[in-house]
């Protein structure tokens, strides 16, 4: 059943769910993030930096202690990939906009509009702290463990790709692989 060809759909698998993570889904949801848990642009501009510098830090990891036993690594970095995925997504359900009108009635909406004839701010001075807290812990740590579970998928998963396949083979598996990612 663990033939080669099965790891290879198994890996292309994960190569297609990390794409669509990073690269489709975590960017398309920022503006959406933005509004709904009422941050700067700043704060929702460093979920991807999470996951970039999670990815930078890991790779270098995973290449030097991976290499033992790379199906298990690979196994290890799609679990973390999955959790992450999960409490990024669990953000909504806990702390959404609903959670939020429900705590705090008084404001009918969530909109500060910046004008050079309203002197008084009131609540805009402080937009960036009503209620998000929790929220953007929980997505900073998801975005955090998917660039941890990400990082195997290429390095561990090529490798181990290399290793399993013929050398005359192995370009057509990689090309189709990085393929499938884009």
């Known amino acids: 059943m663990f033939t080669p060809h099965f790891y290879f759909s198994l890996w292309c698998g994960c190569i297609v769910s990390q794409s669509m993570l990073v690269s489709g889904f975590l960017n398309v949801v920022l503006s959406t993030i933005q509004v709904e848990f009422q941050m700067s642009s700043a704060k929702a501009a460093m979920f991807p930096s999470n996951y970039d510098i999670a990815v930078a830090v890991t790779v270098l990891l995973v290449a030097h202690f991976g290499s033992s036993h790379k199906p298990r690594t690979l196994g290890v970095g799609v679990l973390l990939l999955s959790i992450g995925s999960f409490l990024f997504a669990i953000a909504h359900f806990i702390y959404g906009s609903e959670n939020i009108l429900a705590n705090d009635k008084s404001k009918s909406t969530y909109l500060c509009i910046s004008s050079e004839d309203v002197e008084e701010k009131g609540d805009c001075e402080n937009e960036d702290s009503i209620g998000n807290t929790g929220a953007y ?13 990400a990082s195997p998928v290429y390095t561990a998963g090529t490798t181990f790709c290399d290793e399993i396949f013929p050398p005359d083979k192995v370009s057509v598996y990689f090309g189709i692989s990085y393929g499938i990612g884009l």
């Open 137 to 149: 812990a929980l997505l900073t740590v998801g975005s955090l463990l998917i660039g941890l579970g």
